[in-house]
């Protein structure tokens, strides 16, 4: 099966900063990555996702690469600011609901 | 609309006892897929339902299973109960396979 691996797993930054989650994953058949934000507590929230046929994709401060041919996929976020804490999880899919996720990345951005 | 809901939101069970848990999409999506999250294995995928079919299937024993409805309300069970089932069960709901999926608030099995 699908196999996720995310890192950092913990990672802090200065409030201004960027922040950089990158993720490996084994199955060539995944087309879909998405990312979830999970604050304490909570539900994760769908954030940002890309499909294999695109190699970025952006929304405001966000954004996400895909290297196909490398199987991996980072998450960057530009600008930290405070409520961007939380812990990120990146997934895979091959398009058929069934996300494998990575370990997490638990952000700290420091006031 | 309103989101993905899961009743109930916590519970607490003891083992060798069985557990049903609820999940009703955000209207209109089909499909429902079902995830255990625990500290030690993060969030692992258990089914997917879509029109009341079973798709896929996570790695998780018989012990575990579900079902889904025609107005696409999802269902899932647990059985035997072990203290290892002790986790958050999140359900994710999604308009149609390939597409992206919404978490309801999950609900938070303590198993005694």
């Known amino acids: 099966g699908e196999n996720v691996e995310q890192h950092p797993s913990t990672l802090s930054v200065q409030e201004g900063d960027s922040a950089v989650i990158k993720c490996t994953y084994s199955?060539?058949?995944?087309?879909?990555f998405p990312w979830y934000k999970q604050e304490l507590g909570k539900r994760p929230q769908l954030i940002i996702d890309?499909?294999?046929?695109?190699g970025e994709k952006k929304d405001q401060r966000i954004a996400v690469t895909l290297n196909k041919t490398a199987k991996h996929f980072s998450l960057h976020i530009t600008e930290t600011q405070p409520e961007d804490s939380a812990v990120y999880f990146c997934?895979?899919?091959?398009?058929?609901?069934?996300?494998?996720f990575g370990t997490g990345t638990r952000l700290t951005v420091i006031p | 609309k309103a989101g993905v809901t899961q009743t109930p939101r916590y519970l607490i069970k003891t083992r060798g006892q069985q557990v049903t848990l609820s999940c009703s999409p955000i209207?209109?999506?089909?499909?429902v897929s079902w995830y255990q999250q625990t500290p030690g294995q993060g969030l692992q995928f258990l089914f997917e339902?879509?029109?009341?079919?079973?798709?896929n299937k996570g790695n998780f024993p018989g012990r575990f299973s579900g079902r889904q409805f025609s107005n696409s309300r999802s269902e899932m069970n647990v059985s035997t109960l072990e203290l290892g089932d002790s986790a958050l069960y999140l359900c994710?709901?999604?308009?149609?396979?390939?597409?992206?999926?919404?978490f309801g608030p999950g609900t938070r099995l303590t198993v005694t």
């Open positions: 199955d060539s058949a995944s087309n879909y």
């Open positions: 209207s209109g999506h089909r499909s």
């Open positions: 994710a709901s999604s308009s149609s396979p390939d597409y992206e999926q919404y």
């Open positions: 339902y879509f029109s009341e079919t079973q798709r």
């Open positions: 997934a895979a899919s091959t398009g058929a609901n069934n996300l494998f």
């Open positions: 890309i499909r294999s046929n695109v």
